[in-house]
């Protein structure tokens, strides 16, 4: 056994992280090999070929976008992660998968019954947003399936031609510059920041206090939420540890920040626009 063992024996550890570096470094490689193609594709003199068209100019290490995000309680996050891993396996999962074997009419009215009372906090929410137009929309959505729709059971309003475009106060909050904030995995909701998660918290306790035909409080509100969240998650087509990766943790963190980044950057453009039509005369 003494054989086996090694005098020269180490601990190795991982070098640091340093995103911002390792990017920087792959665009100047990657400008390298640009400047190298271009000038093995540079004509002679006199044989008049071009340049191929199509090569924009290279990005700068600066314009590269940092790929860390900001979780100070990752490890909170993670064990989160994998409580609602195990959970969803364990429980949600086996549940999903019988509510999934109803006939599709019924699935497909209570997931419209759902999305019609979603439409309610839409229209505070593009209120509180300064966005009269899609706020009538989603009024007028929430009236015609409430009637012609018999309670939302049927989205008579998609049939005329009327789209949802849902929101809540986690856009309201990005519509007044609040930052995201840390990332921040909830229990049983999964991947958020701490404004969405306030936000889903307002929306929740906003629907609770306005009490639409007394369906969140008393009896059939014990019911109606935990039917709500089945049929949300029957309706995302995702399963933790299925991509097998090591990272799937980051992976996931990552995507959702960047998601919700690039949702606040379409919301100032639409506030800037929205802005500068409004101060532009008539026929200019």
């Not at 086996?4 to 911002?20: G, H, M, N, V, W």
Request: glycine fraction near 10%.
């Amino acid at each position: 056994m003494s054989g086996c063992a090694s005098a020269d024996f180490s601990i190795r550890t991982l070098p640091a992280e340093t995103p911002a570096a390792d990017n920087a470094a792959a665009i100047k490689r990657g400008q390298e090999l640009q400047a190298a193609r271009a000038a093995m594709t540079t004509p002679a003199e006199g044989h008049g070929a071009t340049e191929p068209a199509g090569i924009g100019p290279p990005l700068t290490p600066a314009e590269v976008p940092s790929l860390q995000t900001y979780d100070p309680w990752e490890r909170m996050n993670r064990f989160t992660y994998r409580f609602n891993a195990r959970l969803d396996e364990s429980f949600v999962l086996p549940v999903t998968d019988q509510y999934r074997r109803l006939p599709s009419p019924l699935r497909t009215g209570a997931h419209n019954f759902f999305a019609n009372l979603r439409e309610i906090m839409s229209t505070l929410n593009y209120v509180a947003q300064l966005r009269p137009a899609p706020g009538v929309r989603s009024l007028g959505r929430f009236v015609i399936n409430s009637t012609l729709g018999i309670g939302g059971l049927f989205d008579v309003a998609k049939a005329m031609k009327i789209p949802s475009a849902p929101t809540g106060f986690g856009a309201t909050l990005a519509r007044w510059g609040m930052h995201p904030g840390p990332y921040f995995v909830i229990p049983l909701l999964g991947p958020n920041t701490v404004r969405d998660g306030v936000g889903w918290g307002v929306d929740f306790s906003t629907g609770y206090i306005i009490n639409v035909a007394n369906l969140y409080q008393g009896t059939i509100g014990w019911y109606l939420l935990p039917v709500g969240l089945l049929d949300q998650r029957a309706s995302v087509n995702y399963r933790y540890y299925g991509t097998g990766s090591p990272f799937e943790y980051d992976n996931i963190r990552f995507l959702y920040v960047r998601k919700t980044l690039i949702e606040d950057d379409a919301v100032r453009m639409w506030h800037r626009r929205g802005s500068v039509d409004a101060q532009t005369p008539a026929g200019k």
